[in-house]
């Protein structure tokens, strides 16, 4: 099932982040951040936080909100699956809900951006195999070596 994430799922939701493996400490905190402001009002403002849950377990989690100062572009900030439920159709669920609900208010494209670094290949793959195409490259972007990798995907045909 997917739901709106509540106050109560933050303490789940940046524990399951952090064990992925993936996200940088930086990351990690910086999510924390996210959440909060998502709660003290950011909600009110278009943003969307979703849980995916089994039962009462939260599976995984994502983030997505309309670009600011853009004619109906949004951005995919966060896509989190909790280790145990990597593989399994939960991060493509979470996915399609968001996509749906973005051509549901209209919107026209979805971004999203990802690193370049090797433990990165199965992200990459992830928005490719969703239909993603790969839309810039930015050097070096997150360090020396570890580039932005932009992938896009237009809903206004």
Do not use: C
Not at 46 to 51: D, F, N, Q, S, T
Not at 106 to 118: A, D, I
């Amino acid at each position: 099932m997917i739901r709106t994430v509540v106050p109560a799922d933050s303490p789940l939701l940046v524990p399951l982040a952090e064990q992925t493996g993936v996200f940088k400490p930086l990351e990690i905190k910086a999510l924390r951040e996210v959440l909060d402001d998502y709660h003290a009002g950011n909600e009110a403002l278009g943003h969307r936080a979703i849980a995916a849950t089994r039962g009462d377990q939260v599976l995984g989690f994502a983030y997505y909100a309309p670009a600011t100062m853009t004619d109906r572009t949004w951005y995919l900030w966060w896509i989190a699956v909790a280790k145990s439920a990597q593989a399994k159709g939960v991060g493509s669920e979470m996915l399609r809900f968001a996509e749906e609900e973005i051509r549901a208010r209209r919107g026209r494209m979805l971004l999203v951006e990802t690193s370049s670094l090797p433990h990165y290949e199965l992200t990459r793959r992830f928005y490719i195999k969703h239909g993603y195409t790969q839309a810039a490259v930015l050097a070096d972007f997150y360090a020396a070596g570890d580039d932005m990798v932009v992938f896009g995907k237009r809903f206004d045909g």
